[in-house]
């Protein structure tokens, strides 16, 4: 893991966000390259919805994997300062300004998706990575958080409705209401593997499974879907909470005093968790 | 682990229902202590929910952690010597006479509630734990079991709802058809961790959740039980099959068989599993 | 696990398709002895459901335990050139010809019942253990895998209610669409325990439920059916999909080309997630 001296200030203006794609066969790997620290920004958001409507539209493809080219970061969680770009741009993507709804596209498309993910994966990230078909982490370096609960905010991209299906009520409770940062055991991902084998395990499986049927797979994510994946309409609702939670000034006043000790940036978040237990005010 | 060389007899007499409680901050801890055994009586369970009720109203108040003076029982379960008093309480406090109900208002409060689990915890003592919102257990000593089956009966007080949910069918079918102990794994508790650093860590946990927004807690709170919350009527259906089977004869000569053989006493449900497979008839 | 010289050719002639039923006090024990790999063939199928019919109306019978005669495989899976034939036979059985609806009453019945396995449980073999109440298997040999998607079907008998209920949705995507072999500890079963404890474990376990009372356990399997067992209509569905899956001719060149590989022959089958990544055609 290479030191990155990254100031504070550096957080907004040295982002880039962009998104390496590479095909391979009937698999396309999309790594998220949005320097600091993987924000999940109005373009990484807007590419990543992109790349699989481009990737949908290709019939010679058939699964899509999402990996980072930070080994600290695979997306961190929604950049705070611009809720309402991003809003504006899933609703150009989709008509409606919800990012729960935009991942969602990812868990209804025909095609297979797949988060590899090493680093940290918080907030919006996580729900991102949610979204997804299947989830491996590398064992080492994977850190999950659902942060919103330390600034008085729920998760409102999809994270309540896919945490409480998967985890079952206590846990997902536990996981959300702490804002603390957990493992992949407790994640309850597909696997957990070390980090120099976890490439090769989702590249091999990626494959396997383009080679397969493209029309019976199809016909089985949609009877999974009917069973697993909550409506549109409950996606809908965490995000209209989520904006009006985001409205709440003790919501704003802990978010501002977050921004002044290091959140956003790469080294300011590494140690996340305490961080949002001390923005308790009066 | 102290002895207790407490007979069969002194059973009822002895039971002294009580539950001690101490605010910190935010949180309210509250250590039952009903000797010999933790039975869930007619007073554990009125108190219990006026504790809470309490706290409830008390917006100093965040979160409820309920621990046990005894080591080796957290609640044993319900006393079924006064299964129509304790039916009459909740009827007093909830306006309808089931535990299930009354115990689905720790689910649903306003504040979070956490079981910190040492020693057995059977019967309606696991179905109250089942309703907090988190359940954490000392590795070395917690001991779970739903025990109705042994007599014919059903869990009545929200058992099947959360197991089925929270196990998957067939773990939640072989942990209530046995009737046997199981162990923290297999309850899929939040965390089992060692007794020593058990009551630390949830106190800490409960601090930290105590600190965030009491606001955002409860929208959070609200979105998790819609998924995942069984509706009161089928608290409601389980609580009657199980005063139904309650008037089965088998039911009541296995119940007065074992009571005869110390069923109800500190030192006698230690071996309770194989006291219930020694009750067959005929 | 002894050598087995069976060439491809023997597979359908040797098919002697036979359960061997023994009874033990309330438990009945049936082994299924189908060499030269358990193939569930129609007399499998229906004689494991007239087992079952008859079992339900001897009131002295309560537990149900399927084991097999074979280390190396508890069921297969179908025989894929009589699927015409079992699903006729589900018909007599049941007045529909789905395999699904057949195995639901397994989940449905007054008894309970247990699969106790060891080797290779796939397909068709694995959603007949799904069916069961409890899954008990050998930690050394069992091997699990919805092979499926390897031909372009989608689980038709239950497997998709089953395991997306059970592992939730990222689980049972992977293992669904993969079509490889998966191990006890993903499969999510009961329990996993040593081979040579497993028999005794089950007996006993068996026993033990069949010593308390019927009525009690029928009231409370009612009510875990009533929460985790899927409609009979999500069954049909996923029947009537996979019987449309098996008239594609891309689903049917590759199961001609598996049988000219050693498909369905107790060899061949060993190594069988290999031969279904090579059946790729163009």
Do not use: W
């Not at 998706?113 to 994966?121: D, F, L, P």
């Amino acid at each position: 893991m290479t030191a990155r001296p990254i100031g504070k200030s550096a957080a907004n203006t040295m982002e880039l966000e962009t998104l390496h794609v590479r095909q391979d066969g009937a698999v396309l790997f999309a790594d998220i390259a949005a320097p600091p620290m993987n924000l999940l920004g109005t373009r990484t958001g807007s590419r990543s919805r992109v790349a699989e409507q481009r990737a949908e539209a290709d019939t010679a493809l058939q699964v899509l994997v999402f990996a980072s080219a930070d080994p600290d970061y695979f997306i961190s969680h929604v950049d705070v300062t611009r809720i309402g770009e991003y809003r504006e741009q899933a609703a150009k993507l989709t008509g409606e300004a919800s990012l729960g709804l935009l991942f969602r596209y990812l868990s209804k498309s025909r095609l297979v998706t797949i988060a590899q993910i090493e680093g940290r994966v918080r907030g919006a990230g996580s729900e991102f990575a949610l979204a997804c078909d299947m989830r491996f982490a590398a064992r080492e370096s994977a850190i999950f958080s659902q942060l919103e609960q330390g600034f008085g905010l729920i998760p409102g991209a999809g994270g309540i409705q896919h945490l409480t299906r998967l985890m079952g009520r206590a846990r997902a409770l536990e996981v959300m209401l702490s804002a603390d940062d957990y493992d992949a055991e407790l994640a309850g991902i597909n696997r957990a593997l070390p980090a120099a084998s976890l490439g090769e395990f989702v590249r091999s499986l990626a494959h396997r499974i383009a080679d397969f049927p493209a029309v019976g797979r199809t016909a089985l994510k949609d009877r999974v879907n009917a069973i697993s994946l909550a409506e549109a309409d409950d996606f809908r609702r965490d995000s209209d909470l989520f904006l009006e939670r985001g409205r709440d000034p003790e919501t704003q006043r802990r978010t501002a005093l977050a921004m002044s000790r290091g959140f956003q940036t790469h080294d300011g978040e590494i140690a996340l968790p305490n961080m949002l237990s001390n923005l308790v005010g009066r």
